[in-house]
């Protein structure tokens, strides 16, 4: 059974929809599902599952939550995570989405696998639901 951890920062209650989403998808695929905000989370979290979700609103164009999620995302970058498969979602207001490409950047600059993106506009649609659930599911294979 994989062991698949989400963790993310909401305040909105947007990406925690986001994240309920892939925890239920992933636990209907057989997954061992930890589901935690940032602030709850541990790095053992990450280094105890086989693929990880993080999940961040943008703050502005170029970075995701800084006082919580951006501190925990920065202590991994030592760790041994290299190709642990990893799905980032996020959510943005009226900035643009840019924000989405420098995290993956640096994600990648950890050696995590990225098996996909979710970028939602404000609210999620039902096809963005819908890519959730099938994120999900890929982080449980």
């Keep these: 059974m994989k062991k698949v951890s989400i963790i993310y920062w909401s305040c909105g209650g947007n990406i925690e929809i986001l994240a309920n989403m892939m925890a239920d998808s992933a636990e209907e695929a057989g997954a061992d599902v930890t589901l935690k905000h940032v602030t709850d989370a541990t790095i053992q979290d990450v280094l105890d599952a086989d693929s990880v979700a993080f999940g961040s609103?943008?703050?502005?164009?170029?970075?995701?939550?800084?006082?919580?999620?951006?501190?925990?995302?920065?202590?991994l970058r030592d760790l041994p995570i290299k190709n642990k498969n990893c799905v980032l979602f996020g959510t943005h207001g009226w900035i643009q989405d840019t924000f989405m490409k420098l995290w993956a950047h640096t994600m990648k600059s950890y050696g995590l696998n990225l098996l996909g993106e979710l970028i939602v506009k404000e609210t999620p649609t039902k096809e963005q639901l819908?890519?959730?659930?099938?994120l999900g599911k890929?982080?449980?294979?």
């Design 57 to 75: 609103p943008a703050m502005d164009e170029d970075n995701i939550e800084q006082q919580d999620m951006q501190p925990f995302l920065e202590s």
């Design 130 to 134: 819908e890519y959730a659930t099938i």
């Design 138 to 141: 890929k982080l449980a294979q």
